[in-house]
Structure formats: C-alpha cells, structure tokens
C-alpha cells in the first residue's frame, strides 16, 4: 500500500469520525435547547469520557479572581411581593465603620463595615469587630417526676429542649457600604395560603471583593415537604417514582426546586434515595437528609446524622465547607472541590446549608474560589453547610406561579440561573422540590 493510500485512508477516517461526532453534539445540544451551548457540549463531553479536558479547560477559563470594585446592582431577580416587614435585629457587636485600605494594587477603597474572613483578613490598620450570625432560639424546659424504683426517694429528670424557628430570617446586614437598595432584606417570594414559605435577598459578601454577589433563599424545614429528584443522566437509570421531572399530582402543590450536587465522576459521596442506594455514603462527608416526613436537614454524615436513623433520601457532596459556623473546607486537603485544589478557580457556585437559627438556606455565589464559597456561607451564619453544583448555569433556584393549578411557570431567584422551567421540563442533574405538605396527595412524590 503506497503512502498516498495511507493517507487517503486516514483522513476518510478523521472525516467520518468528525461527522459523527458533530451528529452526536447536535442530537445532544437539540434535545436540552434551553441550556446554553458551551453547557450543553462540557455535558456531552463528559457523558462520552471526555470530563478530564472538560475539567482543564474549565480551570483556563476560570483562573482570573473577582474584580476587587464594588459593583452597584445585585443579582436578585425583582419580585412583585410586599415589602418586608420589619424584624427584630439579634443581639450583636457593632461593627467597625472604617476607610479600609484594600488589597494592593486594586480599585481605590471604600467605606466598610469590616469583616475579617480568610479571604479578606483585616488590614493591619483596622480594628475589627466580629458580627455574630443568627442564633437559635431555644426553649428548655427541665422536669422532675417521681418514679418507682427499688431505690426510696429516688427521682428521674428529664430535660426537653424545644427548638423554635423565626418565622421570618434576620436581615443581613450590608458588608459594603454604601448598601444597595434592598440588599440583605429578606422578600418573601412564594406564599402558600398567604403565608411566606421562601425568603430571598442578595448581597455583596466579601468586603474586599466587591465584585462578588450572592443570592440567597430560605425556608423552614417544618413547613415544607422535600423530596429528592433524579436526572436523566445523575444519577440515570429507569423506574424511579421521582423523575427527571415534576409531573403529576406533585405539580399543584410545588413551592420551589433547587439544584443538587456534583456529577458522580467528581467523587461527591452518597447517592440514596427510593430505597436504593446508587452510591455508598461515606462518613465525614456533608449530606443532605430528607426524612420520611419529608423535613430536611444538612449534617456530617457519621456524627451528627446516624445510619441507624430513618432517611427517605440522602444525597452527599464532598465534605462540609462549614461546620459550627467555622471555615473547615482547609482540613480537606486532597479534596477535588471542582478542580480548586489551590484556590486558583473562580466559578459561579452553589451551596446549601442549616442556618444559626435552624432555617435552611440555599446559597448561589460567583465568582469566587472555594474559599470564598466558604468564608461567605460563615458570614451569612451557616451552622453546617456543603457545596452543591458549580459552573454555568448549574446553580439554580425556581419558585413557582400559580399554586394549587397544574399551569406552573418557573421564576429564578438571581439573574444568572438559566432555564425557570428545567424541572418541569425534565432535568439532566438530580434536585430537590420543595412543596406543600397539606395539599401533597399521598403518594405523590416518594
């Protein structure tokens, strides 16, 4: 075979496998044509063994920090709700009011209420205060009853504690000053029988970083029933009551969805849900719990969340970022958390935690590195908090129109979320749905 034969064979060979890979990319990018494109192809890519190029590109893309210059909107999407009611602040220490001198070579400083975090320690001419974060408020109530015993005179006390949640969370008080309009106060943005059952607000966290933005919705766990979805491709598979969509009888009673954690190459952890455990879970890692009441929780799995306890679903995603309000991603040191081995990859991100004040909260921010990710989820007063998905699109929040009717429309809660609609519309990625348990037919979700 002389050489012009060769390569003759070789390039009708690269040229068949171009065509069917542009076959394959467009069938994919077709068949999810409300995410973006660059989402779409890293999707396909890593479904087809691809993810190692997938992850390094995304570090190249991804290796420039946030701009330090305050920016002046915020990324929460405007709601037509009432204003917010006035709260009664928690007891803190007052903050530090002072002119800051920022990092070097960086915008001209700004006046700051300080906030010394990893990310953004104090400079040496500042005097900080800390804030302290939402605290739990407590009811104990100890008893003493006298009981029968071989032993005369001996009693028994047994001692309750009651933990009650706010009916409305605590403004967070603005980082950066001066404050934007609104930013920090909580909006209630989805009611159930006129009553709030989620709470937004957006702010700027990080007082050296103005740059950054998050946005933040809460819940009470008590309130609402959770239930754990499944993605056509996370986790896959067929026979699931809990599908890729929220359809059905499940619809009129849907409050709000949110997304769920890394796909399973990354390593997050567990994966139980319908009685079937698709990943082992693994002890120390951040979990979210679903009971079979449908409340929910977030704890590390092994301490404060048992095996011998009662779960519907569990879905874990690396270890905790956050554990007693104290930065601990740190202690993971050969911990993927998106590729951000070094703190070198700034992507918009997601996160979920239990609040100081027993309150859940979603949490999407960007751009920032992990530590950031960390340090802002301490400065909004997590107790025990874990990264959820990251990059693009991914980080996603949905409340829902018309309640009670089977013609929802999803609304997104920041304006750099993608589709309102993808959990209606059927989801690649596991996520959560939140919905009303008084109106939640039996049987409806699992």
């Given at each position: 075979?002389?050489r012009r034969?060769i390569?003759?064979?070789?390039?009708l060979i690269?040229v068949?496998?171009?065509?069917?890979?542009?076959?394959?990319?467009?069938?994919?990018?077709?068949?999810?044509?409300?995410?973006?494109?660059?989402?779409?192809?890293?999707?396909?890519?890593?479904?087809?063994?691809?993810g190692?190029?997938?992850?390094?590109?995304?570090v190249?893309l991804?290796?420039?920090?946030?701009?330090v210059?305050?920016?002046?909107t915020l990324?929460?999407?405007?709601?037509d709700?009432?204003?917010?009611q006035a709260?009664t602040?928690?007891?803190?220490?007052?903050?530090?009011?002072?002119?800051?001198?920022p990092?070097?070579?960086?915008?001209?400083?700004?006046?700051?209420?300080?906030?010394?975090?990893?990310?953004?320690?104090?400079?040496?001419?500042?005097?900080t205060?800390?804030?302290?974060?939402?605290?739990?408020?407590?009811t104990?109530?100890t008893?003493?009853?006298t009981?029968?015993s071989t032993?005369?005179g001996?009693?028994?006390?047994?001692?309750?504690?009651t933990?009650?949640?706010p009916?409305r969370p605590?403004?967070?008080?603005?980082?950066?000053?001066?404050?934007?309009?609104?930013?920090?106060?909580?909006?209630?943005?989805?009611k159930v029988?006129?009553?709030?059952?989620?709470?937004?607000?957006?702010?700027?966290?990080?007082?050296?970083y103005?740059?950054?933005v998050?946005?933040?919705?809460?819940?009470?766990?008590?309130?609402?029933r959770?239930?754990?979805?499944?993605?056509?491709?996370?986790?896959?598979?067929?026979?699931?009551k809990?599908?890729s969509?929220?359809?059905?009888?499940?619809v009129?009673s849907?409050?709000?969805?949110?997304?769920?954690g890394?796909?399973?190459?990354?390593?997050?952890?567990?994966y139980?849900?319908e009685?079937?455990?698709?990943?082992?879970?693994?002890k120390?890692?951040?979990?979210?719990?679903?009971?079979?009441?449908?409340?929910?929780?977030?704890?590390?799995?092994?301490e404060?969340?048992?095996?011998?306890?009662?779960?519907?679903?569990?879905?874990q995603?690396?270890?905790?970022?956050v554990a007693?309000?104290?930065?601990?991603?740190?202690s993971?040191?050969e911990?993927?958390?998106?590729?951000?081995f070094?703190?070198?990859v700034?992507s918009?991100?997601?996160?979920?935690?239990?609040?100081m004040?027993?309150?859940?909260?979603?949490?999407a921010?960007?751009k920032?590195?992990?530590?950031?990710?960390?340090?802002?989820?301490?400065?909004?007063g997590?107790?025990?908090?874990?990264?959820?998905d990251?990059n693009?699109?991914?980080?996603?929040f949905?409340?829902?129109?018309?309640?009670?009717?089977?013609?929802?429309?999803?609304?997104?809660?920041?304006?750099?979320?993608?589709?309102p609609?993808?959990?209606?519309n059927?989801?690649?990625?596991?996520?959560i749905g939140?919905f009303?348990?008084?109106?939640l037919?039996?049987?409806?979700?699992?």
């Amino acid at each position: 075979m002389n050489r012009r034969k060769i390569l003759k064979g070789i390039a009708l060979i690269l040229v068949g496998f171009s065509l069917l890979t542009t076959f394959s990319v467009t069938r994919y990018v077709l068949a999810h044509p409300n995410e973006p494109l660059q989402q779409n192809i890293a999707s396909w890519a890593r479904n087809n063994g691809m993810g190692a190029i997938v992850d390094q590109l995304e570090v190249w893309l991804h290796n420039e920090p946030p701009a330090v210059a305050p920016v002046d909107t915020l990324a929460l999407v405007p709601f037509d709700t009432d204003p917010p009611q006035a709260t009664t602040t928690l007891p803190t220490d007052s903050a530090t009011t002072t002119t800051a001198l920022p990092p070097e070579n960086t915008a001209p400083a700004v006046r700051r209420p300080m906030k010394a975090t990893q990310s953004c320690p104090a400079p040496t001419n500042i005097v900080t205060t800390t804030l302290a974060p939402g605290e739990t408020t407590t009811t104990t109530t100890t008893t003493t009853t006298t009981t029968s015993s071989t032993l005369p005179g001996e009693t028994t006390t047994t001692t309750t504690t009651t933990t009650t949640l706010p009916a409305r969370p605590t403004d967070v008080e603005a980082v950066i000053s001066p404050a934007i309009k609104g930013e920090g106060a909580w909006r209630a943005i989805a009611k159930v029988r006129k009553e709030p059952m989620i709470y937004a607000t957006s702010i700027r966290p990080l007082w050296c970083y103005g740059s950054v933005v998050a946005t933040m919705a809460t819940y009470d766990p008590t309130k609402v029933r959770a239930a754990l979805f499944n993605g056509t491709e996370i986790p896959g598979g067929k026979g699931w009551k809990n599908t890729s969509s929220i359809r059905g009888a499940a619809v009129r009673s849907l409050i709000a969805s949110f997304n769920g954690g890394f796909r399973f190459e990354h390593e997050p952890g567990g994966y139980i849900t319908e009685g079937r455990t698709i990943r082992k879970m693994r002890k120390g890692y951040a979990t979210f719990g679903i009971r079979p009441d449908g409340t929910s929780t977030i704890g590390i799995w092994g301490e404060d969340m048992k095996p011998d306890e009662e779960w519907a679903s569990l879905r874990q995603n690396l270890p905790p970022l956050v554990a007693e309000n104290k930065s601990v991603y740190a202690s993971y040191k050969e911990v993927d958390w998106g590729q951000d081995f070094d703190n070198k990859v700034f992507s918009y991100r997601s996160a979920a935690c239990v609040r100081m004040d027993g309150l859940m909260m979603f949490i999407a921010v960007g751009k920032v590195n992990i530590g950031m990710l960390a340090d802002t989820l301490v400065i909004l007063g997590c107790r025990t908090a874990m990264e959820l998905d990251i990059n693009g699109t991914w980080p996603f929040f949905s409340t829902y129109s018309n309640f009670g009717k089977t013609n929802r429309q999803g609304r997104t809660i920041d304006t750099r979320m993608g589709d309102p609609d993808r959990h209606l519309n059927g989801a690649t990625k596991d996520f959560i749905g939140l919905f009303d348990p008084q109106t939640l037919k039996p049987g409806a979700v699992k």
